[in-house]
């Protein structure tokens, strides 16, 4: 029997759960991950691996899910397809580590399947405390020859779909230094109710599911190669506690948008996802300080200023 392409996603996201995890242990080199093997009540499971107290991170976690069941009436009118019935499968990583001049990261790819209609999404993206430009380059260079192996029209597309979408509208700043985000890849050019919509319309390549999986796969296979260069470049340097308490600031607007515009978070707790995997993604610690703003001038505020320009990174010299 032929398996499904929902079967086919599945399995590949569970493949690259173990490379990435035992990439990861190695480059830690003192701690290993925890796995928590999960179900849920509506139907399916998952798969959570956590690495905390690591050597070069404080907290990594590399999650897996394969979940089914029926849509709520929020989560249906908001996602294309036909009835309730849904099927979601994907792996979502969050990566916080111990240095302030090693950057967070974030990558995610999954398969959601709702009646008759599929679609594939994902993406990833960089935030440093510290935007150092050969690194954020090397970051966008490595997605943008993934991407143009598919079609030269995905990286600025999607790149701009990034920027738009890592934003903090009451913080009035992106993220990080961004990188790709996609989603609906295969499901129709239609807006969905309560989403943006994508910034530019849709390729016509995306109608064909094979090479959006192809393409997905790319992806996933691309992250180890655009994130570990950058940590052996910088998990060296000497830090101080000014820049560990910037990084903890820094942080806290990274739980501001995972807990108040993360769609995958929004999606977990909507459709009763277990919930420590769902909030896998917050660091281990994090400030909040009363109306901060780094010194004119200052490292800091050099960072702040190369995170809101929206370079186009990918385009600086090597």
């Known amino acids: ?9 599945a399995a590949y996201f569970n ?4 490379r990435i995890t035992a990439a990861l242990e190695r480059a830690d080199g003192a701690q290993r991950f925890r796995e928590d093997a999960w179900t849920r009540p509506g139907g399916g499971g998952g798969r959570t691996r956590v690495l905390a107290e690591g050597a070069l991170f404080e907290k990594a976690g590399v999650n897996v899910s394969d979940v089914h069941g029926e849509l709520g009436p929020e989560m249906a009118a908001a996602l294309p397809g036909d009835g309730r019935a849904f099927r979601a499968t994907g792996l979502s990583l969050v990566l916080h580590p111990r240095s302030p001049r090693v950057p967070t990261v974030h ?18 993206d960089l935030t440093p405390y510290y935007v150092v430009p050969a690194d954020a380059a090397h970051f966008h260079r490595t997605l943008k020859t993934t991407c143009e192996r598919h079609d030269p029209a995905f990286y600025p597309r999607f790149k701009r779909w990034c920027d738009a979408y890592f934003f903090l509208p009451h913080r009035g700043e992106p993220r990080g230094v961004g990188g790709i985000f996609f989603d609906y890849l295969g499901a129709g050019a239609e807006v969905v109710a309560g989403q943006p919509p994508p910034p530019e319309p849709s390729s ?62 929004v999606f977990g707790l909507r459709t009763d996802g277990r919930v420590e995997s769902i ?16 010194e004119p001038g200052s490292p800091e505020a050099a960072t702040l200023d190369a995170i809101r320009s929206h370079r186009d990174w990918a385009s600086l010299e090597a």
């Open 1 to 9: 029997m032929t398996a499904t392409l929902a079967d086919r996603a």
């Open 15 to 18: 493949e690259l759960q173990d």
């Open 107 to 124: 990558a995610n790819v999954r398969h959601i399947q709702r009646g008759a209609r599929s679609w594939f999404g994902g993406g990833t």
């Open 204 to 265: 016509p390549r995306e109608s064909d599911a094979e090479a959006m999986f192809a393409f997905v796969r790319d992806v996933g296979d691309a992250f180890l190669p655009a994130y570990l260069p950058i940590v052996e470049r910088r998990r060296g340097e000497a830090w101080s506690h000014r820049q560990r308490r910037w990084q903890l600031v820094r942080r806290g607007r990274y739980v501001e948008f995972n807990l108040i515009y993360d769609r995958g978070t």
């Open 279 to 294: 909030l896998m993604s917050l660091p281990p610690e994090a400030r909040w300080e009363y109306a901060h703003a780094p």
